[in-house]
């Protein structure tokens, strides 16, 4: 019994120690810093992994995330040059950079960057007029993170981008832009509407120009067809009547020819002669006048056909 009581205190002695072992141990987790002090001082840095405090000597002062963070800030009343008054919020991405510094460098570091957007924005937008500042989000951008990044430095914090959320005028100035806009864009719709005529009636015109062209020349091709045409049928019939008359003269020719190669007589001479006045005559004729010479030829020609009937 007596060495239970002796070894009683021991053990009790082991299980604190072992408790303020493992309630002293901590794991910084990714993406993660812990700010150590000790004794009230700062001590060190803890990056993610496994560590050890002093039990009562050192303690945790400060958790930190190192990821990018987003603070959207309420709308700002600013005055432009023009001395227009609108409201501007704005969105600011940062990271903390350095934990030592972020933790001991200013009080309340989203507020002091809170306040310093905010006379930034005023400065900026008071050396802009109201059209400059509805369309220089750009320009107002650059310049309060410019100023930004320089001012948070030394509080261990990183700006990298600044963003004009939204720009909101007076309802008289916006009811004066929504009239412009409206007129601008009945001008613009006024001028393709115009344009559009524009281009019709032209397209018209020279459909009717190219139409009344390809009417002329077609009439223009018909006229000469038709030209072409007659004188084709006139070509041919000189040729045909040509070609009758070369015929006649042939026919005329051969019968000569043939008349000469017979060696007709005196009395065949004669018959054909009265042939021809008899052929001449046709019937139509009231009166013939006969030569002298060819009379004595028809009495002979008399005397011949008597002749051969006997």
Do not use: C
């Amino acid at each position: 019994m007596n060495v239970i009581l002796t070894m009683l205190p021991i053990t009790l002695l082991i299980i604190v120690i072992i408790g303020l072992i493992v309630t002293n141990i901590r794991i910084v987790p990714q993406a993660k810093a812990y700010v150590i002090e000790r004794l009230g001082a700062y001590s060190a840095t803890w990056q993610v992994g496994l560590h050890f405090k002093i039990p009562l000597i050192d303690k945790v002062a400060k958790k930190v995330t190192l990821k990018e963070q987003v603070i959207d800030f309420p709308p700002q009343p600013v005055i432009t040059k023009d001395n227009v008054t609108m409201e501007i919020d704005t969105v600011i991405y940062f990271q903390i950079t350095d934990p030592k510094l972020y933790s001991y460098g200013v009080e309340q570091p989203m507020a002091a960057i809170e306040n310093l957007t905010a006379t930034t924005l005023r400065n900026i937008i008071g050396e802009l007029e109201l059209d400059e500042s509805l369309t220089s989000r750009e320009y107002i951008n650059t310049k309060i993170r410019e100023v930004l990044d320089e001012a948070t430095d030394p509080w261990g914090i990183k700006i990298n981008r600044v963003e004009v959320k939204n720009i909101v005028p007076p309802r008289d100035i916006q009811t004066a832009m929504e009239k412009q806009m409206r007129a601008e864009r009945e001008r613009r719709e006024a001028i393709l509407r115009a344009e559009g005529e524009k281009k019709s009636a032209v397209l018209i015109a020279e459909g009717n120009k190219q139409s009344k062209i390809l009417e002329a020349e077609g009439q223009k091709a018909a006229v000469i067809l038709g030209a072409e045409a007659a004188k084709e049928a006139q070509v041919r019939e000189a040729e045909g009547k040509a070609e009758a008359i070369l015929l006649v003269q042939r026919a005329t020719a051969d019968g000569i020819k043939m008349l000469v190669e017979s060696n007709p007589t005196s009395p065949v001479i004669a018959i054909k002669s009265l042939d021809a006045f008899a052929k001449a005559a046709d019937g139509q004729a009231t009166k013939i006048i006969i030569p002298s010479d060819i009379q004595g030829l028809a009495g002979l020609a008399t005397s011949v056909t008597e002749l051969v009937k006997g």
